[in-house]
């Protein structure tokens, strides 16, 4: 048992040294840290009964929020349902921001930087219109 711990102890003191290699300056925890680098931000909370909150912040820009609670009807109890976004800087420097709701009917992203379909002809628009106007008879089946 001994052993263990010590090996415990000497992979999270070479993993910490690696890290710290890696990104100097960086905090690990809410303190400061060195060479004037924004702190690493993390937040959890999980209250129990379903419902919870996370966010974070990094040095590097990223950030991410969520809130979830159990909602909506599902087969199995009530299904969670969650809300949130999330923000970074792409590599070509344009700012990307996302925020979204997640329920019983999908995932639903808003965001400026996503694709939107083309607006619907006129032509296709005025059948459409006439359709809804003038529905079929004997149920759309065709024989």
Known sequence: MTKLVCLIMVVATTSAARLD?????Y???SGSGGN????????NVNNGDGSYRFSYDTPTGISAHESGAPRAPGPEGPAVTAEGG???TAPDGQQISLQYTA????FHPVGSHLPTPPPIPAAI???LEFNRQNPSHGGGNYY
Request: aromatic share 20%; no cysteine.
């Open 86 to 88: 999330f923000s970074y």
């Open 36 to 43: 004037n680098a924004a702190p690493f931000r993390f937040e």
């Open 125 to 127: 628009q005025r059948s």
């Open 21 to 25: 290699h890696l990104l100097p300056g």
């Open 27 to 29: 905090s690990y925890n």
């Open 103 to 106: 329920d019983e009917n999908g």
